[in-house]
Every structure is written in structure tokens, then in C-alpha cells.
């Protein structure tokens, strides 16, 4: 193939010459643009004191430098925070004078770009995204912008999932914008079921560097992280083996009894039904539900009445509660007894408990009742 060679141009005096390398920059500039290498990390932390200490070295180490600094945070960790950059011996007051110290709440600020009970692209911008503009802004020559955050744990512990993934995405989304050191924060202990993998690792996925929370020596020897690693292993499997061999039980012990286990996601008002507790209640199998379907079974007023106060009853003082409710199926009545308690997974609310059939086996046979066929009438009048 023909490539037409490119044609030299020589430039006759030093205003055409800089001219000249000023439009190939340009060109270069437009053609191969160069992108924002920021840090995105994330800080899982088993106890406060060990995020306090994380956040200690982010935002310590960068306005000692004469950096900026932007924390968005909840009120007891702007507190400890502000205890441990002087014990550091950091001005803060003089930072903040000088605009290179800004400290937001985390759930005021998160409130200003949620919509419908999501993370809003634009309200991000016009938020978040003009905070770090005017602060990228003051920041001067040869320094850098750090930022912590917590709003994605805070949208985590309210059971918002998919919104804490696309709050992760928003903040990538802004990287690529300006230059900016992040670290966000999460409690290692709100990540306990297994359904939570996936979503972990997407989390994970987000950022550019994951530090593991405090137990793990990330600061030891490479013979300790080893050692911690194979132990976490062991524990991680033989927890998968406790949870198969448990549900085993329970799937056993559901077959005899005519019972069914079920969770109920406070937050979201939302059932989980074992495949025994489903098919009692005429529901697909192990199937999740919304509270207003649940109660769209009981055709009788009064039972949904009970049913909703003493789920509230129990919501509110962790007490554990019994009641039953008549479900109507076909030409027959069954009816449910249930019960549960309020437990708090990691602080956030959780409620347990088992159903069962208690229908009266008389009721239960109600359709197999007297019936005389034809021959035996005849019979009986001859």
C-alpha cells in the first residue's frame, strides 16, 4: 500500500516555527488524550479507632504537605478525626482558613443528590462534583486534593445496594475529570450473608486499591499474611460447610413438620421464604416478596390488622411474636400460624421466623365429606 509521505514544512523565521509546534501539541493534545491518574481506594475497617487511624495518615499526611483535603463524613468521625490530627500536631484551623481543609456531613450532603431513593447523575455534579471543581481550583501547583467519604457505606446500611455500586461509579465517573486522591470507608461487619459476595466484589471492583480491615497484617511479614490468609480460608470454608449441612437440617425438619422459615428485610419490607414456607402460602419457590403481597393473601381485614401490628410490635421492642391468619386456597382455608423475632445484623434490622399449617385436619378433609353415589341411593330405596 501507497502512503503518501508527509510534507515537511520549514519555517522561515521564529514566530513560524513556534506557531508550527504550538498546532502539533494541539494536534497531539486532541488526538491522544492524556487521562487523570487517580487513586480510588477503599478502607474496610472492623472497629472505628482503625479507620480513625487510616484517616489519620489520608488527611494528615496531605495538610502537613500544604495539600487540599475534602473529609465527607459522619459527625462522631469528624469528631475522632479532628482528635487525631492533633495529636498529630496538624493546624486545622489554620488549613481551614486557607480553604484547604473541607469537612461535610456525610448524610446532609448524600440528601442533596438522592432521587427516588438513588444517587441522581446531575444533583451529583452540581454537588459533589462543584465541591471537588473549586477545590481542584485551590489547590495549588505541585500539591495534591485528597477526599474521604462514607455516603456509600451510610446508602449500604440502608439496605440500598445497587445505589452504593452506581455512587462508586459516579465518583469514577468524576476521576476522569480532575486529579484526585480518594479513600472511601466501609465496615467490614455490614458485609455477613452470603449474598453479599457479589456485591463485595463489585465494590472491590470499583476501586483501585482495596486495604483489608485491621486484623489482617498488612504491615507483618510476608510469612504472617500468608498464615492470616490460610486461616481466613479455613474459616471461610468451614463456615460454607456449617451453612450447607444447617440448611440441610432445616429442609429436613420442614418436610416433617409441615413448617417454613422466613426473613423479612426491614428496611425494604421485603420476605425471603424458604421453598416450604412458599409453597404454604401458594408463593413460587423460595421467592422473595413485598409486605403488601403478603398481606394481599389474608382475606380477612382483622388478620391483616394483627399481622402488621405485631410485626411493628416486635420491630420496635425485639420481642418475639406468635399469630396466626387464614389464607384461602382453592375451595379450602388454611390456616398459618407465625412467628419471629427483630435481630440486628450488623445494624441493620432483621426479622426471623417460621410458619406453619395448623389447620385442623377435620378442616382439612371438609371436601371429602359425605357423599352417597348414585347405586348406593338406589339400593337403600329398594
Keep these: 500500500m501507497y502512503v503518501q509521505p508527509r510534507t515537511l514544512v520549514r519555517p522561515r523565521t521564529l514566530k513560524e516555527a513556534s506557531k508550527i509546534m504550538s ?13 487523570h491518574a487517580c ?3 477503599v478502607q474496610f475497617y472492623e472497629h472505628d479507632s482503625a479507620l ?3 484517616l489519620g495518615r489520608h488527611i494528615g499526611t496531605a495538610l502537613e504537605s500544604g495539600d487540599t483535603a475534602i473529609v465527607i463524613a459522619t ?3 469528624r469528631k475522632k478525626l479532628a482528635e487525631e490530627l492533633r495529636l498529630r500536631k496538624v493546624n486545622i484551623s489554620q488549613s481551614v482558613k486557607a480553604g484547604l481543609f473541607i469537612e461535610l456531613d456525610a448524610a446532609e450532603t448524600l440528601a442533596k443528590f438522592m432521587v427516588g431513593g438513588g444517587p441522581d447523575k446531575h444533583k451529583f455534579q ?8 473549586d477545590a481542584a481550583a485551590r489547590t495549588k501547583p505541585g500539591h495534591r486534593l485528597v477526599a474521604f467519604g462514607e455516603m456509600v457505606a ?3 446500611a440502608e439496605g440500598k445496594r445497587d445505589a452504593t455500586i452506581r455512587l462508586e461509579e459516579f465518583w469514577n465517573e468524576l476521576a476522569e475529570q480532575y486529579t484526585f486522591d480518594l479513600l472511601c470507608g466501609y465496615p467490614i461487619a455490614v458485609f455477613d450473608r452470603m449474598e453479599h459476595r457479589q456485591l463485595f466484589f463489585s465494590i472491590c471492583g470499583e476501586h483501585t486499591e ?4 485491621e486484623s489482617y497484617p498488612v504491615h507483618g511479614s510476608d510469612m504472617q499474611r500468608r498464615r492470616s490468609a490460610a486461616r481466613l480460608q479455613q474459616k471461610a470454608r468451614a463456615l460454607e460447610n456449617e451453612i450447607r449441612i444447617g440448611q440441610e437440617r432445616v429442609q429436613l425438619l420442614q418436610q416433617v413438620t409441615r413448617a417454613g422459615t422466613w426473613e423479612l428485610d426491614i428496611v425494604n419490607d421485603t420476605f425471603s421464604f424458604s421453598s416450604a414456607a412458599a409453597k404454604l402460602l401458594g408463593f413460587p419457590s423460595s421467592c422473595r416478596v413485598r409486605l ?7 382475606y380477612y381485614s382483622g388478620d391483616r390488622e394483627t399481622v402488621f401490628a405485631k410485626l411493628q410490635t416486635a420491630q420496635r421492642h425485639r420481642k418475639e411474636f406468635k399469630t396466626t391468619f387464614r389464607v384461602h386456597q382453592g375451595d379450602s382455608t388454611t390456616i398459618v400460624a407465625m412467628q419471629g423475632k427483630t435481630f440486628y445484623n450488623g445494624g441493620s434490622p432483621l426479622m426471623l421466623g417460621v410458619i406453619s399449617d395448623v389447620t385442623p385436619a377435620a378442616e382439612n378433609n371438609t371436601s371429602t365429606a359425605t357423599f352417597d353415589p348414585p347405586d348406593k341411593k338406589a339400593a337403600v330405596a329398594s
Excluded: C, F, S, Y
Excluded at 23 to 35: F, G, H, L, S
Excluded at 126 to 133: D, E, I, M, P, S
Excluded at 210 to 213: E, F, G, I, Q, S
Excluded at 292 to 298: A, I, K, N, T
Design 23 to 35: 498546532e502539533r501539541r494541539t494536534a497531539e493534545i486532541q488526538i491522544n488524550p492524556v487521562k
Design 39 to 41: 487513586r480510588h481506594a
Design 52 to 54: 480513625i487511624e487510616a
Design 75 to 77: 459527625k462522631a468521625h
Design 126 to 133: 452540581q454537588t459533589v462534583g462543584a465541591l471537588v471543581r
Design 154 to 156: 451510610l446508602l449500604w
Design 210 to 213: 482495596v486495604n483489608p480491615a
Design 292 to 298: 403488601g403481597q403478603l398481606m394481599d393473601l389474608m
